[in-house]
T-cell receptor, first 114, second 110 residues
Framework: ETGVTQTPRHLVMGMTNKKSLKCEQH?????MYWYKQSAKKPLELMFV???????ENNSVPSRFSPECPNSSHLFLHLHTLQPEDSALYLCASSQDSGNVGEQFFGPGTRLTVL | GQNIDQPTEMTATEGAIVQINCTYQ??????LFWYQQHAGEAPTFLSYNVLDGLEEKGRFSSFLSRSKGYSYLLLKELQMKDSASYLCAGGAGGYNKLIFGAGTRLAVHP
């Protein structure tokens, strides 16, 4: 148990659907992250939130829309996705993003876009 | 630019020692992380080096040479459960931003 949970664990959606991924951390951290992990590719940082404020958007297409209502919860809203967006989406948290430190990862959501 | 290179796959025998190398080029480098990821699971933290030298933690050790842009993860007394992907990640920038390599998939055989 890493203290970071993600739901759903698996998601299949069509290109016209709208869905949301949820992440919750129970570690009292102040920074949360979204990563994309495609087969045989490096983990790609998508977004960083520190104390609920977005501090990094790594040139992510607007069809991915993050939301961070508080330091414990992070959402990724999905709409009009493409098949190449199929991947494992990982959430992580750390004490804060202003200092280098260990990031704790959730188990991920395996997304398939048809 | 930002670049992390590590071998794609390695195999080793149970009980042996294996060294997984990583070379990096990151701007604003502020440390080198190693994570372990079993298939279908979350990456888990193994080690962090910010200064040159060897950090030992049980069966796992990690080494860093900042002048050479080089790190390695050393796994001793290999066990079957060590079969996993090992991710090298460089800290980049003035905050906790990690640039990951593609990972090294290690297979441990009896």
């Amino acid at each position: 148990e890493t203290g970071v949970t993600q739901t759903p664990r698996h998601l299949v959606m069509g290109m016209t659907n709208k869905k949301s991924l949820k992440c919750e951390q129970h570690l009292g951290h102040n920074a949360m992250y979204w990563y994309k992990q495609s087969a045989k590719k490096p983990l790609e940082l998508m977004f960083v939130y520190n104390f609920k404020e977005q501090t990094e958007n790594n040139s992510v297409p607007s069809r991915f829309s993050p939301e961070c209502p508080n330091s414990s919860h992070l959402f990724l809203h999905l709409h009009t996705l493409q098949p190449e967006d199929s991947a494992l989406y990982l959430c992580a948290s750390s004490q804060d993003s202003g200092n280098v430190g260990e990031q704790f990862f959730g188990p991920g959501t395996r997304l398939t876009v048809l | 630019g930002q670049n992390i290179d590590q071998p794609t796959e390695m195999t080793a025998t149970e009980g042996a020692i294996v060294q997984i190398n990583c070379t990096y080029q990151t701007s604003g480098f502020n440390g080198l992380f190693w994570y372990q990821q079993h298939a279908g699971e979350a990456p888990t933290f193994l080690s962090y080096n910010v200064l040159d030298g060897l950090e030992e933690k049980g069966r796992f050790s990690s080494f860093l040479s900042r002048s050479k842009g080089y790190s390695y993860l050393l796994l001793k007394e290999l066990q079957m459960k060590d079969s996993a992907s090992y991710l090298c990640a460089g800290g980049a920038g003035g905050y906790n931003k990690l640039i990951f390599g593609a990972g090294t998939r290690l297979a441990v055989h009896p």
